[in-house]
């Protein structure tokens, strides 16, 4: 079925359509892929010291394989003092020896290509930890020198250099700048860390910093990885001068994405620095690519985008849309357009290793959290079982779009937040720097339980997590939910091996406006008509097939209609005179 389709007079029993996307017939098996991210510290301890590690990927890859998805992104391993959880690294060229060795990733990569899967990596070019190689040479060698050029040192304002070079603030709170101690114990320059203050920021008005990370980049490519994530792909390159920033204290706008002006992001020349990594890529043939972790609005989403620069970008304002269907379709809207005006596709993602689970997320009445920005006290308590009902209903729904999708490990259970964790073993830096303020990210990272009735739930069999889980972890541990053909697990089983046999990532998109309100939201992909219902009322729906739905809410489906339960999302097959066809 062809958008071209939708054009013509739909039938009365399919309403008005408004077609918005035509399918996807370009090369590139990630524009429709579905890629699962994996987090090493808490995927599966196989050492038994507490913390995930690669022999635990490799041992449960299989796992990721049954789930029919198409690649797996892995969270960084590389060598880092973990101040903030590896995103700290002090040798990209070598894992951390908590997760393994080289030859482990080697091995890791070997068994993902035997069973049909992909390795995309990590790549953290912003900044690095203050034990880097090349940040301790700076801190030697002294002001002026080109071992301090490879960061950004300012001298302070104020007539003693007391106070910082700016007014930036640090993402995790505080300012962005820490000011350095001489050899002789003497006040010296400061650095800039748009993050903790144990990250440097590289400076990329230096060709020895694009340099060494294209060397970064071959040595992984090298080692048969399929692409990377490029974190905060937008922060690189600062404004000249680093002028005053008058906005938001991190830079963002109101909401939630960086300010056209904020200094510190989206400055014209970090597409420079995007097309020189794809060009390097090519060289390695066509199927290697790169993500944007690109926080900015739409449609500027776009710009990162474009043929000659980064394949995918993350579609933040899709996650940070929740269950807002009106502010949803709009961004499922401009998202389509706006990327098929460069000929890429859109990404869907609803939870990822810095926000709060969406079944958590979404187990509130409304009073609480929405946007999933994850940082704030999570008061009061969500409904689990509600949070769950809606989260298989959205993914259901994030799974019917075209283009493509990332998943966050543990989703696939219906995994919430570890909410009750002691503040004694809280590890974000979030938290510290903000004096407890804003909790952090460490409830969406609790460790993973595969096995309900072992220790740790299957986490691993040594010490115990370096997070603790939540008592309701047992019951939906991977085991315990493997044979229960209503689990959260197998309706993603399901839905994976439904999306890509129907090839819903390459399809079209056309709203199905009868049944878009504030409390329902559908489209037509393909012959699919994709429908969810978030109202408290059941939703009357056209005659159908029943392809997959999120729940058995115990209403009726028949030859005449099928009526969609309160918190629910259903894929129906229809007739081509229904479509218009």
């Given amino acids: 079925m062809s958008v071209d389709s939708f054009l013509h007079p739909a039938s009365p029993q399919a309403g008005a359509l408004t077609p918005i996307h035509a399918p996807d017939n370009a090369h590139g098996w990630w524009r429709s892929a579905v890629i699962y991210q994996v987090y090493p510290r808490s995927f599966r301890d ?46 990209y060229c070598d894992v951390d020896p908590i997760f393994g060795t080289l030859g482990d990733f080697d091995g890791m990569v070997a068994e ?39 960061f950004i040192f300012r001298d302070g304002q104020g007539a003693e250099g007391n106070e910082p070079p700016n007014n930036w603030q640090s993402h995790f709170g505080g300012s962005a700048w820490t000011r350095t101690t001489e050899p002789d114990g003497s006040p010296g320059q400061w650095y800039l860390h748009l993050f903790d203050s144990s990250q440097p920021d590289f400076n990329w008005d230096n060709q020895a910093v694009h340099d060494e990370f294209e060397r970064i980049l071959r040595f992984w490519l090298d080692r048969g990885v399929s692409g990377f994530r490029v974190d905060v792909a937008h922060a690189l390159v600062k404004a000249p001068g680093l002028p005053a920033w008058g906005g938001r204290a991190d830079g963002a ?25 794809r060009r390097i890529l090519e060289e390695y043939g066509p199927d290697r690519i790169l993500c944007a972790e690109a926080s ?52 869907w993602v609803l939870s990822n290793h810095d926000v709060v689970r969406h079944a958590t997320r979404f187990g509130y009445d409304w009073s609480g959290p929405r946007d999933g920005d994850g940082i704030g006290p999570l008061d009061p308590q969500p409904d689990e079982e509600l949070g769950r009902t809606r989260a298989a209903a959205a993914s259901l729904f994030m799974l019917g779009l075209p283009g493509g999708a990332y998943l966050y490990q543990g989703e696939e259970l219906g995994l919430p937040d570890g909410i009750d964790i002691p503040d004694r073993q809280r590890q974000d830096p979030t938290f510290a720097r ?61 839905m994976l091996t439904v999306r890509r046999e129907l090839d819903l990532g390459r399809g079209s998109l056309a709203w199905a406006e009868e049944w878009c309100t504030a409390s329902s939201l559908a ?58 066809g």
């Avoid at 992909?118 to 030697?140: E, G, K, M, T, W």
């Avoid at 706008?253 to 014209?268: I, L, R, T, V």
């Fill in 46 to 91: 196989m050492n038994g010291d507490g913390i995930g590690d690669l022999a635990g990927i490799t041992a449960e890859m299989p796992q990721l394989a049954e789930l029919n998805v198409d690649a797996v992104w892995l969270s960084p391993f590389y060598r880092s003092p973990q101040r903030d959880a590896g995103y700290d690294v002090s040798d």
């Fill in 523 to 580: 489209f037509l992909n393909g012959d699919i008509l994709v429908a969810m219902n978030i109202g408290t009322d059941p939703l009357d729906l056209p005659a159908g097939e029943v392809v997959l739905r999120s729940s058995s809410s115990g209403y009726g489906e028949d030859d005449q209609q099928f009526a969609l339960g309160s918190g629910e999302t259903v894929w129906l097959r229809m007739s081509a005179e229904a479509t218009g």
């Fill in 112 to 150: 993902a290509n035997r069973l049909g899967l992909r390795v995309i990596v990590d790549l953290v070019p912003n900044h690095c930890s203050d034990q880097h190689r090349d940040f301790r040479a700076a801190l030697a060698a002294g002001p002026g020198s080109p071992e301090r050029d490879m």
């Fill in 434 to 494: 903000s004096g407890g303020a804003r909790l952090g990210r460490d409830g969406c990272r609790v460790p993973l339980p595969w096995k309900a009735s072992e220790r740790h739930g299957g986490f691993g069999d040594g010490d115990a997590p370096w997070l603790p889980q939540p008592e309701s972890f047992a019951k939906l541990a991977r085991d315990a939910q493997a044979g229960d053909p209503s689990s959260h697990l197998n309706l993603y089983r399901r």
């Fill in 296 to 347: 900015v609005e739409l449609p500027r989403l776009a710009h990162w985008v474009r043929p000659d620069e980064m394949h995918q970008a993350f579609n933040f304002p899709y996650l940070h849309a929740g269950l807002d269907l009106p502010r949803l379709r709009h961004v499922v809207t401009e998202s389509l357009t706006c990327l098929d005006a460069v000929g890429a596709p859109s990404t």
């Fill in 253 to 277: 706008s109101s909401d939630g994405f960086p300010g056209h002006e904020a200094p510190m992001f989206g400055q014209p020349a970090l597409h420079d620095v995007y097309r020189a990594w």
